[in-house]
């Protein structure tokens, strides 16, 4: 007890994050961990506990760095068609873009706890489009914009550079007319 | 080889066959309390044991019993490192399981599961 870690636990779980992103949880081996964190073996296990730790402490930071200050962001655009072309520009970006829609697709349905996760990351993004589109919109509303720009950084994880802003803004433009 | 199953709030650990042996150690009973994870962990027969402070020790062939190493203790039972598991404890001797099983995706998805239910009986501090 007490003894110091020997390495930084910020910096590995940031690497382990663009590992999961890149390579998804079943993807990530150990191994791959242990090469790319730098780390031992027996000193991963003993601060994360198992690779699922891990994971879930990558996932944490993601959405603490890059996802909730983003729909903290979208939140306070002027206007829907702002913060429409921010969300679908940046929403799940980051040094580990694409995490949280590789998680809600791979490990949500079979572990609560990132579900969990991917929910807060989700609900962060609606909350923002219903304080953008004021207390009258119907709640659906924030919810089906939240979903295009999922659809939108799905499609671009896809079609590497597909533009998703001009889909984002015709339907901003079809709602705000 | 070995089973791993629940009773109650208490992880089963039963070696197999002769591994009971080869490992000098029959049955391993860890409360859930104490257990901090489940990982499918091929490559972590490759690495270093440590020293072997009883049980057996072939490499490529088996490596079952107790290991020192790092300051830890390790209870190894793996002959095919395909179904290596991986099991992180607190409080007990051992810091940590390493034992093949028939499948690992199902003993670490049971291990995972009683953690939870284990979890979700008691709210903690949160």
New interface residues.
């Given amino acids: 007890m007490g003894r110091p870690r020997a390495f930084d636990e910020d910096e590995a779980v940031e690497a382990a994050a663009r590992l999961f992103a890149a390579h998804g949880f079943e993807g990530t081996s150990v191994d791959d961990l242990v090469g790319a964190l730098g780390v031992h073996r027996g000193s991963l296990y003993k601060v994360f506990g198992s690779k699922r730790g891990l994971y879930l402490a990558a996932l944490r930071r993601h959405l603490d760095r890059d996802v909730l200050p983003l729909t903290r962001a979208v939140a306070e655009a002027a206007h829907l068609p702002a913060a429409l072309a921010q969300a679908a520009a940046a929403y799940d970006s980051g040094p580990a873009a694409g995490l949280l829609l590789l998680s809600a697709a791979e490990r949500a349905p079979l572990d609560p706890d990132t579900a969990a996760l991917v929910e807060e990351g989700l609900a962060a993004l609606e909350a923002a489009f219903t304080g953008v589109l004021g207390e009258d919109a119907p709640p659906p509303l924030a919810e089906a914009l939240a979903a295009t720009v999922l659809g939108v950084r799905l499609r671009g994880r896809a079609t590497e550079g597909r533009p998703g802003a001009a889909a984002v803004l015709a339907l901003a433009d079809r709602l705000t007319r | 080889m070995a089973q791993l199953s629940i009773v109650d709030d208490t992880l089963i650990v039963e070696v197999e066959g002769l591994d009971k042996l080869w490992a000098l150690k029959s049955r391993l009973e860890i409360p859930l309390a104490n257990v901090?994870?489940?990982?499918?962990?091929?490559?972590?027969v490759h690495?270093s044991k440590g020293i072997r402070m009883g049980g057996t020790h072939l490499p490529g062939v088996i490596t079952a019993g107790t290991f020192r190493?790092?300051g830890?203790w390790v209870f190894w039972d793996v002959h095919n490192p395909a179904g290596a598991v991986?099991v992180?404890l607190a409080d007990e001797r051992y810091?940590?399981l390493v034992v093949e099983v028939a499948d690992p995706r199902a003993a670490v998805a049971l291990v995972?599961a009683a953690m939870?239910a284990y979890a979700a009986a008691r709210p903690g501090p949160a």
């Fill in positions: 901090r994870g489940a990982t499918a962990d091929p490559g972590i690495d190493s790092q830890e991986v992180e810091s940590r995972e939870r």
